[in-house]
């Protein structure tokens, strides 16, 4: 195309407006695709789709740059590539089987001047194989510390364990080995210190990985523990009194059972003619001689426990039950012995305001018959005796 006799201006504007017009083809026609991640041996399915497009042939490239389809035509000799669906806005492709060496990045291609690409990496999960759990004991002893180990083996990405015991969740410790192809076997490793309570608990491992789920493997601890020991009183109900019989029972129970059961008598020498049968203690006759404390001790492999009876024997006339209070009688005799208190206090006071007594200072002695105060005195000092008319009372 000739541009001669085009001043500078000219050409600069020519030149603008046909990258205006490409770049305007571009942007309007959009060319998008996805990003696939797909489980190793499932079906992966590759998108390419074209907005607005003008007729432009679009194309898929695999990692290689080579050309997988070509509009609806498939140059490569790999039948797993099937169309799933071709029009002018999409190429849709499914890629069957898939193994680790179809991971990489393929091309979606359309063909403008110049040529669009739009990138779809796939990404091939492997999961891991059955885990797996091991203990370092089978059997372990209570307050002891023991350790499991999960394995979660080949997997890509690595797998994340966590721990259960229970509906409990366990902190365990990790190591990560790269094995080929970026593939990696993980272990698990869960120290913990077990009581009685643990016996019969589940111990869960859980994978945690893209490609699988709800992927675990659990362990019930057994757990072996000392025995518990409970005397049980068989008879009497009530207290235990002179001439009467005595049965006790020593109930224990342990892991493994109990092998060995042992009654004594603490601090003291037990009873001659006490039977012992098993696990039960039967005294007859009972007197206060007999009184203490009876001890029973179990054991098995972890170890011993053991339960005390105090044994204190009662009078034969003894009351089986202690008497019960009355509160309402108890209430009854205090309202009484209270209002006989208020009772007397209320005659006392009245019988003292009656017989207030007479007190006369010495200068008032015999100033009922003097005249005045004068003689009122002279006849005090002078000794009138007027005892038999004025007296006093004292209280």
Request: hydrophobic content about 35%.
């Amino acid at each position: 195309m000739a541009i001669s006799g085009l001043g500078s201006h000219s050409i600069s504007l020519f030149f603008y407006v046909i990258f205006a017009t490409f770049l305007h083809k571009v942007q309007g026609q959009n060319l998008v695709t996805n990003n696939v991640s797909v489980v190793e041996g499932e079906t992966a399915i590759i998108s390419c789709r074209v907005k607005n497009n003008d007729d432009s042939v679009i194309q898929l490239l695999n990692p290689n740059r080579q050309t997988i389809y070509f509009r609806d035509v498939r140059p490569l000799k790999d039948s797993r590539f099937q169309l799933v669906n071709f029009s002018d806005n999409e190429l849709l492709v499914s890629l069957s089987n898939v193994s680790l060496s179809d991971e990489g990045r393929y091309v979606c291609q359309l063909y403008t001047d110049p040529p669009q690409e739009a990138y779809a990496d796939i990404t091939v999960l492997v999961p891991p194989g059955n885990p797996i759990l091991e203990s370092r004991e089978e059997i372990v002893s209570e307050g002891n510390e023991t350790e499991i180990t999960c394995t979660a083996m080949g997997s890509k990405p690595a797998s994340t364990i966590k721990w259960m015991k229970g509906d409990q969740p366990l902190q365990g410790e990790a190591t990560v080995e790269e094995l080929y192809d970026r593939m990696f076997t993980v272990t698990s490793r869960l120290r913990l210190t077990v009581s009685k309570e643990d016996d019969g608990v589940a111990v869960i491992c859980i994978i945690d990985h893209p490609a699988v789920k709800d992927f675990q493997a659990q362990k019930y601890l057994e757990v072996q523990y000392k025995p518990e020991v409970q005397i049980v009183v068989e008879f009497p109900e009530g207290l235990t009194r002179e001439g009467e019989n005595l049965e006790l029972t020593c109930k224990a129970k342990g892991k493994p059972q109990p092998h060995q059961i042992n009654w004594l008598k603490v601090d003291d020498d037990f009873p001659s003619h006490a039977v012992i049968t098993g696990s039960d203690l039967f005294i007859e006759n009972l007197n206060k001689s007999y009184n203490g404390t009876y001890r029973c001790v179990a054991s098995n492999l972890v170890g011993e426990a053991y339960d005390d009876y105090i044994l204190y024997v009662y009078d034969s006339r003894a009351d089986g039950a202690p008497q019960k209070i009355d509160h309402a009688v108890i209430g009854g005799i205090v309202a009484v012995v209270v209002f006989a208190m208020l009772c007397l206090l209320i005659v006392l006071g009245r019988y003292f305001a009656r017989h207030k007594g007479t007190y006369f200072t010495h200068e008032a002695k015999g100033a009922d018959d003097a005249a005045d105060a004068d003689t009122a005195i002279i006849n005090a000092e002078g000794g009138h005796n007027n005892s038999d008319d004025k007296k006093e009372y004292y209280i």
